[in-house]
């Protein structure tokens, strides 16, 4: 089992930054792939970004490409989601996510899920 816990959510203005964390317990975060998802009101859950277990490879949706960056620190257990240049459009509860093997797109591939933490990015 792994538990996962976001923060870091909030609202801001447009153009403004959040960085959004995901602190990870339980069995060995390193073993997993990391994925940040999020979902807005009457849409599917999204994938923005995904790491590989070493941060060797990275993944980004073009919606969020060159605005988003993902990150790891295995010695803290977290991934991070740093979002400059937000868009209203990017209003919605963001997930991290872990899964056992790196590439999947789909979020039923994801094994564990955090509780999520909302994003609102006023206009």
């Known amino acids: 089992q792994v538990q996962l816990v976001e923060s870091g959510g909030g609202l801001v203005q447009a153009g403004g930054s959040l960085r959004l964390s995901c602190a990870a317990s339980?069995?060995?975060?390193?073993?997993?792939?990391m994925g940040w998802f999020r979902q807005a009101p009457g849409k599917e859950r999204e994938l923005l970004a995904a790491i590989s277990q070493t941060g060797a490879r990275t993944y980004y949706a073009d919606s969020v490409k060159g605005r988003f960056t993902i990150s790891r620190d295995n010695a803290k257990n977290t991934v991070y989601l740093q979002m400059n240049s937000l868009k209203p459009e990017d209003t919605a509860v963001y997930y991290c996510?872990?899964?056992?093997?790196?590439?999947?797109?789909?979020?039923?591939?994801?094994?564990?899920w955090g509780q999520g933490t909302q994003v609102t990015v006023s206009s």
């Open positions: 339980g069995r060995t975060f390193s073993l997993y792939a």
């Open positions: 996510g872990a899964d056992g093997h790196y590439g999947s797109s789909s979020s039923n591939d994801y094994d564990y």
